[in-house]
């Protein structure tokens, strides 16, 4: 069975830090690449950060230089690092194996017909 759990959300003040975690099971991420959105209450759905196939990492213009993503092979697991938060950070988070595919522009996440989604986490940052 495929499965995407991702963990680590919560609650924090302006320039908080949170580690998000993702495991996949029933298929390995170093095939579908690994991607992390963010869908806000009133945004379509945000790419945060994607480590490639190739192990090429990107970031979203709105978090460089403030989250990183990282990878443990052994446990099939990718991390998002997210330091300095902010209110704007605040959204559901959902770690993603797209395979390559890219999300089209103006979707909402999870887009559950493409590729594998997790069930999300909530992050919630505070003034």
């Known amino acids: 069975e495929v499965q995407l759990v991702e963990s680590g959300g919560g609650s924090v003040e302006t320039g908080g830090s949170l580690r998000l975690s993702c495991t996949a099971s029933?298929?390995?991420?170093?095939?579908?690449?690994m991607n992390w959105f963010r869908q806000g209450p009133e945004n379509e759905c945000e790419l945060v950060s994607e480590l490639n196939r190739d192990g090429s990492i990107t970031y979203g213009d709105r978090v460089k230089g403030r989250f990183t993503i990282s990878q443990d092979n052994a446990k099939n697991t990718v991390y998002l690092q997210m330091n300095n938060l902010k209110p704007e950070d605040t959204a559901r988070y959902y770690c993603?194996?797209?395979?390559?595919?890219?999300?089209?522009?103006?979707?909402?996440?999870?887009?559950?017909?493409?590729?594998?989604w997790g069930q999300g986490t909530q992050v919630t940052v505070s003034s």
């Open positions: 029933g298929f390995a991420f170093a095939e579908s690449g």
């Open positions: 993603a194996g797209l395979f390559g595919f890219r999300l089209p522009r103006g979707s909402y996440c999870p887009l559950r017909t493409l590729g594998y």
